[in-house]
């Protein structure tokens, strides 16, 4: 079935002329059919408008009988369909960030990750579920509904990026775009058993992301495989003059520059990360993946991050503080609802309070705590410098390692309410992808395993430098071509 295949399957079959981009995108939309209703990855899609972008890309195919098209050719990602999380611009599509107070908002423009995609011939379609505003690591905050997971449909998908995740892992599309703040991509890959990579902060365009907090966002991809990984990200990266903090730095051919040769580099073991929580099986699947890279010919050695310890609780103080700025701006005056008042001050109040979710409230309320005057210097401004310091962990271990090898999350997928009355147990789960994001590099998630009794996916991170992708992409890509985890499909 196509939508089974990976971008760079597809592709060459499109080049080949044996299908269409029609046929491919028909049939993820009657896997949406089938399965969606049980998942609920998707918010919504628009059918017609996807049909329409896949004739387009047929109509080029046609003229060109096929040439330059194809994984190798010039058009890797022409006719493939690609779904996208609610929190990207998508110019005429719905745009709610998985909340109520963007009720009927619609996006007047197309994200700059959109406008490559379609540049690159993408189909884009669908809006995937997300927690409110990017804020939570289960997709139960969406005002969406719960997004499940496919593996096991009473546990739940990872988040925030969950609908991206699960619609991947349930073949509901090829690939997905998400954003990742503080795990929000490899997080779900990871136990949705797809491969999510969280490019470098400044790799790739924030245009029309909607802002969580602006410093550690980053908008990433989750595909099937590592090489699809490396075409999305070969298609997305670059400057943007609208993004100021994207670098100015050319972005590498990634899928070309994959050699599966990963003779004599360097994997640093952090030793403050195979500690305490951690499940055994999590762990047994880690160092049996660790042992593999090994016989690969890597060369391992235990490192220290001694810094890690204190990055939730400073993340909880810089990505609040963030999103409480960030978040003003939904005062029912310029987007989406408006509970209305006489007194302008009455409708903020109204708006905000029927509009946003207890999560994001709590959010807002301790953001605007941790700023405050009196506060700032105490909390903030501490946060920031301690943050300094687990970037300069990151920096000194690259001097010595080129990749670190962790596990992605410490537990498989829990089930869905768990954790939803216990904010800290929530937050804990980012644990060991929080530390990337504050650092500003780059981390992948790939499947490296799976919990026996209910089978689960299990997720491997590669954490690796400033702009690093390409050795995370070339050392996950080397761990495919000899483990069989990745095609491994949920039993749907
Ligand atoms: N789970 C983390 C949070 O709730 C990270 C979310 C994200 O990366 N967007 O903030």
Same mark, same amino acid.
């Given at each position: 079935m196509l939508n089974q295949l990976t971008i760079s399957e597809l592709s060459a079959r499109l080049a080949r002329r044996e299908v269409s981009a029609r046929e491919a995108m028909q049939s993820c939309l009657e896997r949406i059919a089938r399965v969606d209703g049980k998942i609920h990855a998707f918010i919504s899609h628009d059918a017609e408008d996807a049909l329409a972008q896949a004739d387009a890309a047929d109509q080029w195919l046609a003229r060109q009988g096929g040439k330059n098209a194809g994984p190798d050719g010039g058009r890797p990602l022409l006719g493939i369909p690609i779904a996208i999380k609610d929190v990207l611009a998508v110019k005429n599509q719905p745009l709610n960030c998985g909340s109520k107070i963007l009720d009927h908002f619609i996006s007047p423009y197309d994200a700059t990750v959109v406008?490559?995609?379609?540049?690159?011939?993408?189909?884009?379609?669908?809006?995937?579920?997300?927690?409110?505003f990017a804020m939570g690591s289960s997709t139960e905050n969406s005002a969406f509904g719960v997004t499940h997971n496919p593996w096991d449909l009473a546990r739940i998908p990872g988040g925030s990026s969950g609908g991206s995740a699960a619609a991947v892992a349930a073949d509901e599309? &090829?690939?997905?775009? /998400? @954003?990742? $703040?503080?795990?929000?991509?490899?997080?779900?890959?990871? =136990?949705?058993?797809?491969? %999510?990579?969280?490019?470098?902060?400044?790799?790739?365009?924030?245009?029309?992301?909607?802002?969580?907090?602006?410093? &550690?966002?980053?908008? /990433? @991809?989750? $595909?099937?495989?590592?090489?699809?990984?490396?075409?999305? =990200?070969?298609?997305?990266? %670059?400057?943007?003059?609208?993004?100021?903090t994207s670098v100015p730095q050319p972005a590498p051919d990634y899928a070309a520059r994959l050699t599966g040769e990963i003779k004599g580099l360097k994997l640093g073991l952090p030793r403050e990360y195979l500690v305490g929580g951690l499940d055994a099986e999590v762990k047994a699947a880690v160092e049996a993946a660790v042992k593999k890279f090994q016989e690969l010919g890597a060369e391992v050695v235990e490192i220290s991050l001694p810094h890690t310890d204190y990055a939730v609780a400073v993340y909880y103080i810089v990505a609040t503080a963030e999103a409480s700025a960030n978040l003003a701006r939904f005062d029912g005056i310029r987007y989406g609802l408006r509970v209305d008042s006489v007194d302008p001050t009455e409708l903020y109040r109204r708006t905000r309070g029927a509009g946003f979710g207890a999560e994001v409230k709590r959010r807002i309320i301790l953001g605007a705590y941790v700023l405050s005057s009196g506060y700032y210097d105490a909390y903030y401004l501490r946060a920031q410098k301690v943050r300094t310091l687990i970037r300069g962990d990151f920096l000194k271990a690259f001097e010595s390692v080129d990749a670190i090898v962790t596990p992605t999350t410490p537990t498989a997928a829990f089930k869905v309410g768990e954790?939803?009355?216990?904010?800290?147990?929530?937050?804990?789960?980012?644990?060991?992808?929080?530390?990337?994001?504050?650092?500003?590099?780059?981390?992948?998630?790939?499947?490296?395993?799976?919990?026996?009794?209910?089978?689960?996916?299990?997720?491997?991170?590669?954490?690796?430098?400033?702009?690093?992708?390409?050795?995370?992409?070339?050392?996950?890509?080397?761990?495919?071509?000899?483990t069989a985890w990745h095609r491994e499909k949920p039993p749907l």
């Open positions: 406008e490559k995609l379609r540049a690159a011939g993408v189909i884009v379609f669908g809006r995937l579920n997300m927690d409110e599309c &090829l690939a997905a775009l /998400g @954003s990742d $703040t503080g795990g929000s991509i490899r997080q779900p890959a990871a =136990l949705c058993g797809c491969v %999510g990579l969280k490019p470098t902060y400044g790799r790739v365009s924030r245009y029309g992301l909607v802002a969580f907090a602006s410093s &550690l966002d980053q908008v /990433g @991809s989750f $595909t099937k495989d590592a090489r699809d990984a490396a075409i999305l =990200l070969g298609a997305l990266a %670059g400057h943007d003059p609208r993004d100021s954790k939803s009355d216990d904010p800290l147990q929530m937050y804990l789960s980012d644990i060991f992808t929080i530390s990337c994001n504050l650092a500003g590099t780059c981390g992948l998630s790939v499947p490296c395993g799976f919990t026996r009794n209910p089978k689960l996916p299990i997720g491997l991170q590669l954490l690796g430098r400033p702009f690093g992708e390409e050795t995370l992409l070339n050392l996950a890509w080397a761990f495919e071509q000899n």
